[in-house]
């Protein structure tokens, strides 16, 4: 008889960004499906999703995948419910609409490996060293934090997790992977998945990791954003700059509505400086970084035939409110 530890991840309550939570569960002649996880519960009153004397919230598992590091273990995403079976508010995934997997996305994370003694970046310069020399750098006098990097890299792609790049960025130990799924629902259960690996590895190395948009405060060093690049089928074969226009403006109207589930402290990242379009406006344009929405040059000469990257999220947002909002804003172009 063999006996599985299936990890249970899931995301808290707190506001104005959530948390990863996870606990174990210890199971015998486990047989790796996601059908063969059962529900389970937790004390949301601790995790500020409920009340104490009614603290019962449920763990509904949504994903599956191999644990790359735990002997016969499996990391179960899950989706939070109430204990009437409802989704509860914290539950971002449940507002998805792509029933049919219609819309792909990919996601740039980008984040700070930063040091809990120092509470700085690991390898921040002590001087007046300018940010620049630090992306896609090599070499121990520019590079910082490589080694787990690559270790979040393999136990991701051993995990089965779709991670399609990563490279250093543009400050001191400042860092960035991308990801990428067909269906907007797995595209967030892998983001997630891989933020909890990453927190996970960076305790073996006594580091935190950084999501805050703007984590060195008012200063010329970038901050940190987890832009969203998204297509569906008209946008990957629709062969037309007037419906990319077209598609591009109905995200023009709801500028408000996208900043609110776009990351918290995001007015401090998105400045207008380092790449970013101001938060108080809203602009379009091919191959334009400091644009809201960019068209990849790409698309352009594939005929219009592609995608578009929404570079407004913060590093701490939410991938799933993320997809939820840009699928609503597409469909009603």
């Given at each position: 008889?063999s006996?599985?530890?299936?990890?249970?991840?899931?995301?808290?309550?707190?506001?104005?960004?959530?948390?990863?939570?996870?606990?174990?569960?210890?199971?015998?002649?486990?047989?790796?499906?996601?059908?063969?996880?059962?529900?389970?519960?937790?004390?949301?009153?601790?995790?500020?999703?409920?009340?104490?004397?009614?603290?019962?919230?449920?763990?509904?598992?949504?994903?599956?995948?191999p644990?790359?590091?735990?002997?016969?273990?499996?990391?179960?995403?899950?989706?939070?419910?109430?204990?009437?079976?409802?989704?509860?508010?914290?539950?971002?995934?449940?507002?998805?609409?792509?029933?049919?997997?219609?819309?792909?996305?990919?996601?740039?994370?980008?984040?700070?490996?930063?040091?809990?003694?120092?509470?700085?970046?690991?390898?921040f310069p002590?001087?007046?060293?300018?940010?620049?020399?630090?992306?896609?750098?090599?070499?121990?006098?520019?590079?910082?934090?490589?080694?787990?990097?690559?270790?979040?890299?393999?136990?991701?792609?051993?995990?089965?997790?779709?991670?399609?790049?990563?490279?250093?960025?543009?400050?001191?130990g400042?860092?960035?992977?991308?990801?990428?799924?067909?269906?907007?629902?797995?595209?967030?259960?892998?983001?997630?998945?891989?933020?909890?690996l990453?927190?996970?590895?960076?305790?073996?190395?006594?580091?935190?990791?950084?999501?805050?948009?703007?984590?060195?405060?008012?200063?010329?060093?970038?901050?940190?954003?987890?832009?969203?690049?998204?297509?569906?089928?008209?946008?990957?074969?629709?062969?037309?700059?007037?419906?990319?226009?077209?598609?591009?403006?109905?995200?023009?109207?709801?500028?408000?509505?996208?900043?609110?589930?776009y990351?918290?402290?995001?007015?401090?990242?998105?400045?207008?400086?380092?790449?970013?379009?101001?938060?108080?406006?809203?602009?379009?344009?091919?191959?334009?970084?400091?644009?809201?929405?960019?068209?990849?040059i790409?698309?352009?000469?594939?005929?219009y035939?592609?995608?578009?990257?929404?570079?407004?999220?913060?590093?701490?947002?939410?991938?799933?409110?993320?997809?939820?909002?840009?699928?609503?804003?597409?469909?009603?172009?």
């Amino acid at each position: 008889m063999s006996k599985s530890k299936l990890e249970y991840i899931w995301l808290d309550g707190y506001k104005p960004t959530q948390n990863l939570r996870s606990k174990t569960k210890v199971v015998e002649d486990f047989d790796g499906k996601l059908e063969s996880c059962s529900m389970w519960a937790f004390d949301g009153s601790s995790t500020q999703q409920a009340e104490g004397g009614s603290s019962d919230c449920l763990l509904k598992p949504v994903a599956i995948y191999p644990d790359p590091v735990r002997k016969n273990g499996w990391l179960v995403m899950n989706e939070v419910l109430n204990s009437d079976g409802s989704a509860h508010e914290s539950n971002g995934r449940a507002n998805i609409d792509d029933d049919d997997d219609d819309f792909w996305f990919g996601f740039e994370q980008e984040y700070f490996l930063w040091d809990p003694e120092t509470n700085l970046p690991i390898g921040f310069p002590k001087d007046d060293t300018p940010q620049g020399q630090f992306y896609c750098s090599v070499g121990a006098k520019n590079n910082f934090g490589r080694e787990v990097m690559d270790r979040h890299l393999d136990i991701c792609l051993d995990a089965g997790i779709n991670v399609e790049g990563t490279n250093a960025e543009v400050a001191a130990g400042q860092w960035e992977f991308q990801t990428f799924a067909k269906g907007a629902a797995k595209s967030g259960d892998e983001m997630w998945v891989a933020r909890y690996l990453l927190e996970r590895l960076a305790e073996e190395y006594g580091l935190a990791i950084e999501y805050h948009p703007k984590p060195l405060g008012d200063t010329d060093w970038n901050g940190s954003g987890m832009h969203a690049n998204f297509s569906n089928t008209t946008l990957r074969t629709c062969g037309s700059k007037e419906t990319y226009e077209k598609i591009c403006e109905a995200f023009r109207p709801v500028v408000k509505e996208h900043i609110a589930v776009y990351g918290a402290f995001n007015d401090q990242r998105l400045t207008g400086k380092h790449e970013t379009q101001s938060i108080h406006e809203f602009s379009y344009g091919v191959s334009d970084r400091g644009a809201s929405i960019r068209i990849p040059i790409m698309t352009v000469e594939n005929g219009y035939k592609g995608w578009l990257e929404d570079r407004r999220p913060s590093s701490n947002g939410d991938p799933y409110k993320i997809a939820a909002i840009i699928i609503k804003t597409v469909k009603s172009a």
